[in-house]
């Protein structure tokens, strides 16, 4: 059972240019969270997502990211014209339901870490 | 004031010594407390969970969990090299969302 996966690993883009990260959870999880962890900082949370809903985007900045989970194929966090300060590691976690988003039993994935130049 | 506090300065130990990692955290709200372990280049892992107050203990690890203080703790016993990870305490209200610290790297020494 492949764990989560998230790609591309390694991301480098200019500023001003498209980012846009890809989550396929566990098999049998239907919930993903997104946290970002920025350098010298601890994970921060972004966004909680079921199939084809947000159900809490509250730590999302309020422009140029977006994040959708559509019914078929993975999660995908966008990033719009970025700046440096975007450049962080983004983690995806998922669970097979809602209470582990507190409770903390997530599998994360190994991150894709985004360098903007 | 951050609503978690870690305290994220390396810590080197010889093998065999405990290791004791805490923090502390300003939201009354939080109910649930975690210990996430992570090596390098890698995702978080969940070490261990506590509901409220009180101690847990799994193996080598006991994680403990004073409410009233607002401080949480983690202790590695015996700690072996293949410990040398950084260690991310965490924290939720029950709303879904994770509240971390900074991390505390560990290294144990052979």
């Known amino acids: 059972n492949a764990g989560v996966m998230q790609n591309p690993r390694h991301l480098v883009r200019r500023r001003g240019q498209e980012a846009r990260l890809r989550c396929s959870p566990m098999?049998?999880?239907?919930?993903v969270y997104w946290y970002r962890q920025l350098p010298e900082e601890g994970l921060k949370f972004m966004v909680y997502?079921?199939?084809?809903?947000?159900?809490?985007e509250s730590g999302m900045p309020k422009e140029r990211f977006s994040a959708e989970f559509p019914k078929e194929g993975p999660s995908i966090l966008r990033i719009q014209q970025v700046v440096r300060g975007d450049s962080a590691a983004y983690f995806c976690?998922?669970?097979?339901?809602?209470?582990?988003?507190?409770?903390?039993?997530?599998?994360f994935g190994e991150g894709s870490r985004l360098t903007v130049l | 004031q951050k609503e978690v506090e870690q305290d994220p300065g390396p810590l080197s130990v010889p093998e065999g010594a405990i290791v004791s990692l805490n923090c502390t955290y300003s939201?009354?709200?939080?109910?649930?407390f975690m210990w996430y372990r992570q090596y390098s280049r890698k995702g978080p892992e969940l070490l261990m969970y506590?509901?409220?107050?009180g101690n847990k203990e799994d193996g080598r690890f006991t994680a403990q969990v004073d409410k009233s203080s607002k401080y949480i703790s983690l202790f590695i016993r015996d700690s072996q090299p293949s410990d040398s990870a950084t260690y991310l305490c965490a924290m939720s209200g029950g709303n879904n969302r994770l509240a971390f610290g900074k991390g505390n790297q560990v290294v144990v020494i052979p």
């Open positions: 997502l079921q199939k084809e809903n947000i159900i809490d």
């Open positions: 939201n009354s709200a939080f109910q649930y």
């Open positions: 098999k049998g999880h239907s919930h």
């Open positions: 506590t509901y409220s107050s």
């Open positions: 976690a998922s669970s097979p339901s809602a209470g582990q988003g507190s409770t903390g039993e997530l599998f």
